[in-house]
């Protein structure tokens, strides 16, 4: 989006970029299996099942992380999560956001039970990113850990975009409406 190359976008759960200075503890002690090892800035890593469900699946049940883990964990590499982490350091960081560009409608989306991007932190990357003259909107899903994109809970996160989307021109709305609603009714029968 920052590039120009789209017309809307959904953040969801952003990672840490330049100037975002809100570091919550919980969001410390999950980064810190990978970043106290700095030897893996170069590697790939894979959580283990108890820190994929401490960290990133811990608003579902234990059986629903595991099922999640066995379905989507993949070995992932960390230079990204390096750079996130020091972002504030570096002089001219990969993890710099233009927030004074012009761009399409943004939506913010933080989770109440994430630690892996806690939602002070995603709160304090929708308020930096609405300095930009584009429209920045900001939702939050309370009950949702990180994994609220392929969870039990995936529909509210759905219905948010597809809301969002459609109240920009840029779809059609969600047949439930915007997260939480009730599904709208069924035409009555023709008669």
Not at 165 to 180: D, I, Y
């Given at each position: 989006?920052?590039?120009?190359?789209?017309?809307?976008?959904?953040?969801?759960?952003?990672?840490?970029?330049?100037?975002?200075?809100?570091?919550?503890?919980?969001?410390?002690?999950?980064?810190?299996?990978?970043?106290?090892?700095?030897?893996?800035?170069?590697?790939s890593w894979i959580h283990s099942k108890d820190s994929w469900h401490a960290g990133f699946?811990?608003?579902?049940?234990?059986?629903?992380?595991?099922?999640?883990?066995?379905?989507?964990?993949?070995?992932?590499?960390?230079?990204?999560?390096?750079?996130?982490?020091?972002?504030?350091?570096?002089?001219?960081?990969?993890?710099?956001?233009?927030?004074?560009?012009?761009?399409?409608?943004?939506?913010?989306?933080?989770?109440?039970?994430?630690?892996?991007?806690?939602?002070?932190?995603?709160?304090?990357?929708?308020?930096?990113?609405?300095?930009?003259?584009?429209?920045?909107?900001?939702?939050?899903?309370?009950?949702?850990?990180?994994?609220?994109?392929?969870?039990?809970?995936?529909?509210?996160?759905?219905?948010?975009?597809?809301?969002?989307?459609?109240?920009?021109?840029?779809?059609?709305?969600?047949?439930?409406?915007?997260?939480?609603?009730?599904?709208?009714?069924?035409?009555?029968?023709?008669?």
């Amino acid at each position: 989006m920052g590039q120009g190359c789209a017309r809307a976008c959904i953040a969801l759960s952003p990672a840490q970029f330049k100037g975002n200075l809100v570091l919550p503890p919980a969001q410390l002690r999950t980064a810190f299996p990978v970043l106290g090892k700095p030897r893996l800035r170069t590697r790939s890593w894979i959580h283990s099942k108890d820190s994929w469900h401490a960290g990133f699946a811990n608003a579902v049940g234990r059986e629903e992380s595991d099922a999640l883990y066995d379905a989507y964990a993949v070995p992932s590499p960390m230079k990204p999560l390096f750079q996130a982490a020091t972002a504030n350091f570096a002089l001219h960081s990969e993890a710099s956001v233009d927030v004074h560009r012009d761009r399409g409608p943004l939506l913010v989306v933080g989770a109440g039970k994430d630690r892996t991007v806690p939602q002070a932190t995603s709160r304090a990357a929708y308020r930096i990113l609405s300095r930009s003259p584009g429209v920045t909107e900001w939702a939050a899903l309370p009950g949702a850990g990180h994994s609220f994109v392929v969870d039990s809970t995936w529909r509210q996160a759905a219905d948010l975009a597809l809301d969002f989307l459609a109240r920009h021109g840029m779809g059609a709305a969600s047949p439930a409406g915007p997260a939480g609603a009730a599904p709208a009714p069924a035409d009555p029968a023709p008669a």
